[in-house]
C-alpha cells in the first residue's frame, strides 16, 4: 500500500510560482507512475500532469503546458510540480495520485492511491 502526502500550497499573486511535493511511504514508488490533478470549487477533478516510474516520460494538460513542470526523485520517495507563471484560474486542490506500471492515464479513475490534497490560491 502506498500513502501519499501533499505539501507546498499556499496564496500566490498571479504571475508568482510555487513547489508542490509528494512524499510516498512504501517501497514500491519507483515503479509508480506518478500524477497530479486538481480540482476548484464545483468543478470536477482534473488531470494537470503525469511522470512515468522512471522518470523519463512526462505529459501535461495543454492549460498548464511550458508553465508546470513535473519531476520526481525516487531515492527520496518524492515528486514535484513547479508551478511558474499562475494564475487566477490555477487555484484549486492539488491532489497527488500513483499507479503502479501503468502510463497514459487523465482520468482520476485510472489512479489507485491519493493523496489528501493541498490548496493554491492565486490572487488577481
Known amino acids: 500500500q502506498v500513502q501519499l502526502v501533499e505539501s507546498g500550497g499556499g496564496l500566490v499573486q498571479a504571475g508568482g510560482s510555487l513547489r508542490l511535493s509528494c512524499t510516498a511511504s512504501?517501497?514500491?514508488?519507483?515503479?509508480?507512475?506518478m500524477a497530479w490533478f486538481r480540482q476548484a470549487p464545483g468543478k470536477e477533478r482534473d488531470f494537470v500532469a503525469a511522470?512515468?516510474?522512471?522518470?523519463?516520460?512526462?505529459s501535461y494538460a495543454d492549460s498548464v503546458k511550458g508553465r508546470f513542470t513535473i519531476s520526481r526523485d525516487n531515492a527520496k520517495n518524492t515528486m514535484y510540480l513547479q508551478m511558474d507563471s499562475l494564475k487566477p484560474e490555477d487555484t484549486a486542490v492539488y491532489y497527488c495520485?500513483?499507479?503502479?506500471?501503468?502510463?497514459?492515464?487523465?482520468?482520476?479513475?485510472?489512479?489507485?492511491?491519493w493523496g489528501q490534497g493541498t490548496q493554491v490560491t492565486v490572487s488577481s
Open positions: 495520485a500513483g499507479r503502479e506500471l501503468f502510463w497514459g492515464g487523465t482520468r482520476p479513475g485510472q489512479y489507485d492511491h
Open positions: 512504501g517501497r514500491t514508488f519507483s515503479s509508480h507512475t
Open positions: 511522470i512515468i516510474w522512471n522518470g523519463r516520460g512526462t
